[in-house]
């Protein structure tokens, strides 16, 4: 099993930079591709990046190519999604989870983290 807990959200100006955090508990952690996705209130939860269990494929979303770049290091259980050039659009919270299969598609992953709210201001 994996728990994963999100930090780094915050309140950024338009144009700003923010780097989110994903620390994974337990030591299978490179047996996973991770993922990053958003929920904006009223909106379904949507794929943002995803990065492959040894870190050599990465995906994003059209709206963020070019603007958030997705790591990990397995040896620190922890993967980032570094943001530049935030759009009001952008805010959302942002969710890590983790699954076997590398995919974009959230009901496939099986584990979690709780959420960091990231807030854009125009």
């Known amino acids: 099993q994996v728990q994963l807990v999100e930090s780094g959200g915050g309140l950024v100006q338009a144009g700003g930079s923010l780097r989110l955090s994903c620390a994974a508990s337990g030591r299978t952690f490179s047996s996973y591709a991770m993922g990053w996705f958003r929920q904006a209130p009223g909106k379904e939860r949507e794929f943002v990046a995803a990065?492959?269990?040894?870190?050599?494929?990465?995906y994003y979303t059209d709206s963020v190519k070019g603007r958030f770049t997705i790591s990990r290091d397995n040896a620190k259980n922890t993967v980032w999604l570094q943001m530049n050039s935030l759009k009001p659009e952008d805010t959302a919270v942002y969710y890590c989870?983790?699954?076997?299969?590398?995919?974009?598609?959230?009901?496939?992953?099986?584990?979690w983290g709780q959420g960091t709210q990231v807030t854009v201001s125009s």
């Open positions: 990065i492959a269990r040894s870190g050599d494929h990465t």
């Open positions: 989870a983790a699954d076997r299969v590398l995919t974009r598609f959230p009901k496939e992953y099986d584990y």
